[in-house]
């Protein structure tokens, strides 16, 4: 299958985004709890992370904690926060050395005072970092984000920075915690659900969707490929005709 795929810049996606869904399920079918699904899951970011820095995948961004998994047991959420920690320490050598910026999109003033701090250090030791722009969603939720920006937005008019007739995509972008990213041209979802479950709303406007029933412990480069090579079978029109595209082509 890797053959197949065309490992040129012009027919890959900028950015990929990931929900990687079936942690759980997948702990579950070999009767463990649900955080083990979480640890074996941290093998597969590692994989499709290397991958798309080897492939020149300019930003990947991965669902990790969405503003609704508050309302998991409390156990779990306690261990996921203490898995991304740990992960996060464990991590910081490859992610200097693999040139990889990390950038954190979501309320992450909200999370436990250890998870902030650790994510405040390790995305300050990467900021200066070149190479691909790996993107965290934590405490993330494509609503809350809107929500957030309007609120940031209606204040500026209160205060006569911003006139309302100004108010275009662009200055909404600008107010997005994705500001810094650029919109999702293909967007990932592992373990057999076809949603999008509040994620980027605003940033998957035209992105192309591709769903898995593998389970996300159980995605691999492979898989990836599989994927990819999906992409690059669609023709992305935005808007316009095919022979308009062809034409431009």
């Known amino acids: 299958m890797s053959q197949n795929l065309k490992q040129n810049s012009r027919f890959l996606p900028r950015h990929v985004a990931i929900i990687m869904d079936g942690n759980g399920r997948w702990a579950k079918k070999r009767g463990q709890k649900r955080i083990f699904g979480h640890h074996e899951g941290v093998k597969s970011v590692r994989q499709i992370v290397e991958k798309s820095v080897e492939l020149g995948i300019q930003y ?55 998870t902030h701090q650790t994510l405040q250090d390790v995305l300050q030791k990467t900021a200066a970092n070149t190479g691909m722009t790996l993107s965290i969603a934590l405490n993330y939720g494509g609503r809350d984000e809107i929500v957030q920006m309007t609120k940031k937005l209606a204040k500026k008019v209160k205060n006569n920075i911003i006139l309302p007739e100004n108010i275009d995509e662009n200055k909404i972008n600008l107010h997005l915690y994705s500001h810094n990213l650029p919109d999702v041209d293909f967007m990932i979802r592992t373990g057999g659900e076809k949603r999008i479950s509040n994620f980027l709303l605003w940033k998957i406007a035209y992105a192309e969707l591709y769903f898995t029933d593998i389970l996300w412990p159980d995605f691999d480069k492979q898989h990836y490929y599989e994927a990819l090579a999906d992409y690059q079978k669609r023709e992305r029109r935005f808007g316009k005709t095919s022979e308009q595209i062809n034409h431009e082509g």
């Open 60 to 114: 990947l961004s991965l669902y990790t904690f969405s503003t609704e998994n508050w309302n998991r047991p409390k156990e779990e959420v306690d261990a996921l926060m203490d898995l991304l920690v740990q992960t996060l320490n464990e991590q910081i050598a490859d992610l200097m050395q693999q040139n990889i910026r990390l950038n954190a999109i979501g309320n992450i003033e909200q999370l436990p005072i250890h």
